[in-house]
């Protein structure tokens, strides 16, 4: 499925235009439906992350799953964690080679 978005966040505009082959199946229970993902600048592109909030529910969920104390309910909601690590990885990915690419464009 072919994704065009315009985001406009803090004043920033910027267009995405990728080619989205990964899907979530569903979200964690316990995801909170604001804040839960923040923007980071990192080389002048706009990342995804998980919130400070997000990542220190992991990490509790991490330290169960070490301790074995881990219910099947949080196994169920950690591995969707997962699934959503995987997905912004993958769009963090199509930006950064959006970015480079449009770069390279530029240049030629």
Known sequence: ???VQNLLHFGIKFVI???MNVTLTSLPQNLPLENAVELVLEQGIIIFRASSA???HIEE???RQ???VLTRREKRELDAFEEIDDYL???NRLIRNSCENAEV???S
Do not use: A, E
Request: glycine share 10%.
């Open 105 to 107: 464009g530029l240049t």
């Open 89 to 91: 990885s993958h769009v």
């Open 54 to 56: 997000v990542q220190d």
């Open 61 to 63: 969920l991490l330290d």
């Open 17 to 19: 235009l990728v080619q």
């Open 1 to 3: 499925m072919l994704v």
């Open 66 to 68: 070490r301790s074995g």
